[in-house]
Each structure stands twice: as structure tokens, then as C-alpha cells.
């Protein structure tokens, strides 16, 4: 058993150890065995997971004095990095505003001025339990951590973790020595390499916790570079020192990024071009069932943002697309959810479904690994009485739709149709398809017409247990009935009659589009004229969580998790796509 580390002060970690001080001597830290503190390797483990919480989560909740540098994450990053994340929590421009805004939703945090005390208490009482006392955030890393993580991973998959420096004094012995508490308590060895005058210290062979790999680190004078190894933190020294190409050189991240907001909580980046050819020198990229076609139509960038706005969430998000890639769907604006009943809790929407449809399917049905079924296929296209890519060729804007009358969830699809005469024909004919499947060994289907609201509701009921389903097993119903009807230009479909009818009478006046706090939502996340949306009230989906929580549970959660639940609403995407690019704008509303 290794020993307890003992208690340090919150301002100075212990000295070094000279021995320590002998680069490229791998020192095992073995201890006289002493009876084991109390969840002494557990603790480190949570230790570990604790760290990274509050630096990548914490930290963006730490108010610091003054604007943002610029990102340190870049110069240390590979040119060719398939993916790149970075958070800000040194919050430029008015970001640190915005945080005293979005925390005062939160219990103990209405008074802005006491924002970064509340903050420091917080971060101080994780890092302490995770430590067992040992450590402390105000003590330990508030004086020299400067506000930035970032997370690149290279073309040949290798991680590297940077996290920016404001005061590198003494934080090089202090980080020394913490590394071999660290080994000690997981009975592992701590060595020393020089990397161009940098010293990069490895903790390796720790066996305290299952499958720890090994950790290597470098302090440089802006930042503490973190990956697996000693090979790979030298490759991000090299970038930084200008010997080979680094991120912040590349055209396609400079050029992604430059359409974001400059004063922002955190950036991610893909670079798609890099990730097909990653993919492509996959064996089975090249394989015969269509896959570099694939890959040709994936974006050749992707880039995003986070900031704070109004006390909400905003994330927002680009994709540059080749040349070769479908055109997406035209923003529009769009009547569907004019027809959508306002209670929804959950409302999607899609613009030009036919084509959107038309094009995967297409690209499906001539997917070489396919091929054996085109007798299939044609039976198929000859009962439909038309190519499978066209099937859906009558909807124009769809979506899926979830409400919650009296408590208890229900839901379907909707949409609008350019034809539906077409539509209501084409379900007839997949319906004749699917009772001559019983004679195959399908299920038995029955159907039903009733009049409702000026229209004809069908109902089509599916015996599940002559389809071979054991209906006596657990939650499997004996059988399930669909519903759909269409009236004017609008088609839905739901389980059971009961959605379809309470689309069937939703008015103008009752719609989810009349709903200010959707209507609002929308247009903040530059609706109406758009090319999808994605609606969820949160408010009221917590609210149906927490009428199934069990009794016995109810307390703890009223007093220590709804009200950090409670302030998030309302939760918005809007996409707006045009030739060449995909966009969208998310936001999610505190009250």
C-alpha cells in the first residue's frame, strides 16, 4: 500500500525532491507499506475526473479580470488536425458580463458582485473532496492557470491537451512534485526528458488505477501541453517553436474561423478534407458498396461557437461543402407548425422532405451492395407504381411532433404536400403491399375509415402476434394501430387517433405558431426563413420527468437538483442552409 499524501497548504505545494531533479532517470516512488487512507487510489481517480471537470467545465464558469488573450490551443495544434476544441473561460470581450447575467438564474449567484467569490467557494469545495483536502482551486490553480483548455487530435488520432499559463513562477517545481504525489499514490515512476531545453515529465507504469495509460507534460511560458506521451508533447514544442506547421498556420482553420464571433466561450473545428482521407486509407472506404462517393459529399470544413447572450446559451455552427455534395434544402418559411397543436414539447421541422429523400434514396438503390436485391426493389417500385427515389415526391416541409395532453405523452409526423391526391394513393398501395406480406408470413392488418372534422381518419390496426411476436412478453403490445389522415394540403399520422384528431382541430389561433414562447424562440435563432428547426420545451419535459420520479426520491431532488434544472426553458436549432454551406443556430433560454 502506498502512503497518504499529506495535507498541503492551499498557497505552496511540497518542495521537490532533488533525486526528482535527474532528467532521463525513470525514479521509482515505492513506500514503506502503511495502512491505506481512506479511498486513497479511488480518490485520485476522482481526482483525475475532477480536474478535468474544472477545467473544462468549471472553467468556463470563472469570472477573470480583463479581456481575453488570443487562443494559445492553435500554435500548438498539428496543421492538419482532424478535430479541435478549445473553451474561454479568461471570457473576452463582454462574455464576463453575459456570465454574471446567465449565473443569476442560479441559486446563491443573484448578486453579480459576488460572482467570482461564489465561483471560487464552488471550484474550491470540488477540487478539495476530490483531493481529500489535499488541494484547493484558489490555492492550487487559480494562480497560474490562464482561462484556456484546448483539445486537438492529429491524422494519426494522437491527443494533445493545452492548457494556457498567466504565471509560470514556480509552477514548474510545484507541477514536478505534484506528478510524483500523483505516481506514488498509483505506484507508478516519474521521468524526466529534455526537449529542447524544455523538460517533458512522463508518469508511466501506474498500477493504482486499471488501465491508467501514460501521461507526459511540458511547461512552456504560455501554457502546461499535455499527451500520452513524450514523442507527442515534443511534436507540439516543435509547432510552437515554429519548426514545423501548426494549426494556427492552416488556411482552412483560419478561414473557418474568422466567421466566428471573435469574443467567444469556445471554438470547435473539423476538418473535413483531412477526415476523408483518413477514412479513405480505411480498406473498406475503397470497397465496392459506394463508400468514396460518400466521403466525396462530407463538408470539407466544420467550424462552431459558444457564447453567452441575454443570460442564454448561444451555440452556433458552419459546414463548408464540395462541389460534388447534394444542394440542400432553400431556407423557406414555412406554415407547418401552424397546423402543429400549441402543447407541443417536442417539434421538429424539415424543409423540401421529397428531396431530401429523393437523394438518399437514390444514392441508396445504387449502392453496388445492393445489387442482388434489384428484382426486390423493381416488385417493390411495380406495387408502388413508382421509383422508390420518388415515393416521397408529394411532401414538401415534415416533421415529427410530441405533446403531453394532461401528462401523458402522444405524438406523430405531419406535413405539408404539394399532392395529396399522390400521397393518399401511394398509401393505399403500401398498405395493399403490407397485407400481401401476410401470406409471406407477415403480420394480419386490418384497416378502418371514420369521418372526423370535415376529413376521413384511417386507422390501421397490425396483429403483432400473428407476425410471430410473442405478445405475452413483457412491455410488447398484442397490437399497434396507426392513424393518418390528410385535409387540404396537410397530411398526419400518429399512434392511435388520438394525435391525428387534436392536429385535425388545431387552429391558427391554437397552433405552436401563435405560441409566443415558440414564435420568440424561432426568431431569435433567425427564423421564420429557414431550413429546419428543432424545438423542445424543457420546462415542460422536466415537468414529466419529475411526476414519474419515485416518492422516495422526490426530496433530495426538489432541494439539490431542480433548482439547477429549473432555469433552462426552452431549447432551439434553426438551420439555414444555402448552395455551398449548412448552418445552424442553437440556443438555450434561461428564465
Known amino acids: 500500500m502506498t502512503e497518504p499524501l499529506p495535507p498541503a497548504s492551499p498557497d505552496a505545494l511540497p518542495t521537490l525532491s532533488p533525486v526528482a531533479r535527474v532528467e532521463g532517470v525513470s525514479v521509482p516512488l515505492i513506500q514503506p507499506a502503511r ?28 469570472a477573470f479580470a480583463g479581456a481575453g488573450a488570443a487562443s494559445v490551443g492553435p500554435a500548438y495544434a498539428p496543421s492538419d488536425a482532424l478535430f479541435y476544441a478549445d473553451l474561454r473561460a479568461d471570457l473576452p470581450g463582454d462574455q464576463r458580463e453575459q456570465l454574471g447575467t446567465f449565473m443569476a438564474h442560479f441559486p446563491g449567484f443573484a448578486d453579480p ?13 470540488l477540487v478539495s473532496k476530490a483531493t481529500g483536502g489535499t488541494y484547493s482551486y484558489t490555492g492550487n490553480i487559480q494562480p497560474w492557470f490562464g482561462g484556456q483548455v484546448a483539445v486537438a487530435v492529429g ?15 514556480g509552477l514548474p517545481t510545484k507541477l514536478d512534485q505534484t506528478s510524483q504525489d500523483l505516481a506514488k499514490q498509483l505506484g507508478g515512476t516519474v521521468a524526466m526528458t529534455d526537449h529542447g531545453g524544455t523538460t517533458v515529465y512522463t508518469i508511466s507504469g501506474a498500477t493504482g488505477v486499471a488501465g491508467l495509460p501514460s501521461l507526459s507534460f511540458a511547461i512552456t511560458s504560455d501554457a502546461i501541453v499535455i499527451a500520452k506521451d513524450p514523442a507527442t508533447v515534443g511534436a507540439a514544442l516543435d509547432r510552437k517553436a515554429g519548426k514545423t506547421a ?11 474561423v474568422a466567421r466566428l464571433d471573435a469574443d467567444r466561450l469556445g471554438t470547435v473545428f473539423v476538418d473535413g478534407t483531412a477526415v476523408q482521407a483518413l477514412l479513405g486509407s480505411m480498406d473498406n472506404a475503397t470497397s465496392t458498396c459506394g463508400s468514396a462517393g460518400t466521403l466525396a459529399a462530407l463538408p470539407t470544413t466544420m467550424a462552431g461557437e459558444l ?54 434514396a437514390t444514392a441508396l438503390v445504387q449502392n453496388p451492395c445492393l445489387s442482388s436485391l434489384t428484382g426486390q426493389l423493381s416488385t417493390i417500385e411495380g406495387l408502388l407504381g413508382t421509383k422508390i427515389p420518388d415515393a416521397f415526391g408529394w411532401v414538401k416541409d415534415a416533421g415529427v411532433v410530441v405533446t403531453a395532453p394532461g401528462g401523458v405523452p402522444q405524438g406523430g409526423l405531419v406535413a405539408t404536400t404539394s399532392d395529396a391526391a399522390t400521397g393518399q394513393a401511394r398509401l393505399t398501395q403500401v398498405l395493399t403491399l403490407l397485407k400481401l406480406a401476410k401470406g409471406q408470413g407477415g403480420p394480419d392488418i386490418t384497416t378502418s375509415d371514420a369521418p372526423y372534422a370535415g376529413t376521413t381518419i384511417t386507422s390501421v390496426t397490425v396483429d403483432l402476434a400473428t407476425s410471430g411476436t ?54 431569435a435563432a433567425g427564423g421564420p426563413t429557414d431550413s429546419s428547426v428543432v424545438y423542445a420545451d424543457l420546462t415542460a419535459i422536466r415537468g414529466l420527468v ?11 431532488y426538489t432541494s439539490d437538483v431542480q433548482p439547477y434544472l429549473a432555469p433552462f426553458d426552452r431549447l432551439i436549432t434553426v438551420g439555414d442552409d444555402a448552395a455551398g454551406s449548412e448552418s445552424a443556430t442553437t440556443i438555450i433560454f434561461t428564465r
Do not use: C
Request: without cysteine; aromatic residues 6%; glycine residues 8%.
Open 546 to 556: 419529475e411526476a414519474q420520479l419515485p416518492a422516495d426520491q422526490k426530496a433530495t
Open 113 to 125: 458582485s459576488s460572482l467570482e467569490t461564489k465561483l471560487d467557494q464552488a471550484l474550491d469545495k
Open 246 to 256: 501548426n494549426l494556427a498556420g492552416a488556411a482552412a482553420f483560419h478561414d473557418a
Open 307 to 360: 457564447q453567452l447572450q441575454g443570460g442564454n446559451v448561444v451555440i452556433r455552427d458552419r459546414a463548408t461543402l464540395p462541389a460534388s455534395a447534394p444542394s440542400p434544402a432553400a431556407a423557406s418559411t414555412s406554415d407547418l407548425a401552424s397546423h402543429v397543436p400549441a402543447g407541443a414539447i417536442v417539434y421538429t421541422e424539415a424543409h423540401g422532405f421529397g428531396d431530401l429523400w429523393r437523394t438518399a
Open 470 to 523: 410473442d405478445a405475452a412478453m413483457d412491455g410488447v403490445p398484442a397490437s399497434v394501430t396507426i392513424a393518418y389522415a390528410f385535409k387540404g394540403q396537410m397530411f398526419v399520422l400518429g399512434v392511435g387517433d388520438a394525435f391525428v384528431k387534436a392536429v385535425l382541430d388545431t387552429t391558427a389561433a391554437t397552433s405552436l405558431a401563435s405560441d409566443g414562447r415558440y414564435s420568440s424562440a424561432l426568431s
Open 35 to 62: 495502512p491505506p487512507a481512506r479511498g486513497g487510489r479511488a480518490r485520485w481517480a476522482v481526482a483525475l475526473v475532477a480536474t478535468l471537470i474544472v477545467v473544462l467545465v468549471g472553467g468556463g464558469l470563472i
Open 155 to 169: 491524422p494519426d488520432q494522437s491527443v494533445v491537451v493545452v492548457i494556457s499559463v498567466s504565471d509560470t513562477a
